[in-house]
């Protein structure tokens, strides 16, 4: 009986997870391109004019933001 049980979940778990690597496959759209590929192997960078630079001021205020935090003491192991 246990081992039918077994059986029966481990089909349910392969199921489960051929349907969700299909939907992330299916929602994904393909960014890569043959000709990005050949633009990084030839000067070893792809310039896009979708991609909005960083900006480091407020990355650093984000950082000093983040550092400022007051953290939880760990506990001590006895």
Do not use: Y
């Not at 089909?11 to 960014?31: D, K, N, P, Q």
């Not at 630079?53 to 953290?71: G, H, M």
């Amino acid at each position: 009986m246990t081992s039918t049980l077994f059986l029966l979940f481990a089909v349910l778990v392969i199921v489960a997870g051929v349907s969700a690597r299909r939907r992330v496959r299916e929602t994904r759209e393909s960014v890569i391109t043959d000709d990005i590929v050949r633009r990084i192997e030839t000067i070893g960078r792809v310039d896009s004019a979708d991609v909005e630079p960083l900006d480091i001021d407020e990355a650093r205020v984000e950082e000093d933001e983040f550092w400022d935090r007051t953290w939880d003491e760990p506990d001590e192991l006895r």
